[in-house]
């Protein structure tokens, strides 16, 4: 899901159900009720087990990028959805990163959509690039310093210090981190809190403008579901 600032509302699309199958239905709730939309064209059918939409303000659309098909192979498509229009439309750029399924958040000091990391093979191959995109194609970025390759990290664009945030995530299996990683729109920097959260993967995580502060709940660890609720509150 991500909230889709043009048109108001969330939009939700596809998951997998509980016979294994992967979804291509698209909905969106305006605070009060699901609404089905049958646009022309449509994504495949995809999960992601991450953040992997992100409303990208410059071109007020809901960027999608990759996902895991129902046998598990990895995509490496990018969709835009126009929430007025209520339509789907493939992109094709110069540049993309290649298929994965992998989290990615907007970056509003930059206007750009970050992707990071991800993985195919459900995890047997993980990344560790890093990747935006400015409403036409993807660019690869070289930072100086980037998390470690991993798969199913969560992020989200803090406003109050104006970076993207990392957090966890599990690299080679089961080596679930609890590394938290900033992204400044030129390189990513390693932040090192006093506290810090058992390791997890696949955590829901999202800014909370009213404590400015990034809210991160539940996920799971390579034994236990965590249901757990943390804020990270930094210094602009």
Known sequence: M??????????????????????SDTWTWDGNNWTQEFPAASPPGRQFDLQGMAYDAATQTVVLFGGFDSGLNALGDTWTWDGKAKTWIQQFPASSPSPRRAPIAYDDVTRTVVLVGGDKDDGQITY??????????????????????????????????????????????????????????????????????????????????????????????????????WLLALAP
């Open 2 to 23: 991500a909230y889709d600032g043009a048109a108001g509302n969330i939009v939700l699309f596809g998951g997998v159900n509980s016979a294994g199958t992967a979804l």
């Open 128 to 229: 560790n690039d890093t990747w935006t995109w400015d409403g036409i194609t993807w660019t690869q970025q070289f930072p100086a310093s980037a998390p470690s390759a991993r798969s199913s990290a969560s992020i989200a664009f803090d406003a109050h210090i104006g970076a993207v945030i990392l957090f966890g995530g599990y690299g080679p299996w089961p080596d679930v981190l609890t590394d938290t990683w900033a992204w400044n729109g030129t390189t990513w920097m390693k932040i090192s809190p006093a506290t810090v959260p058992p390791d997890r993967y696949s955590a829901g995580m999202d800014y909370d403008p009213v404590n400015k502060a990034v809210l991160m709940f539940g996920g799971y660890s390579s034994t236990v579901v965590r249901s757990d609720t």
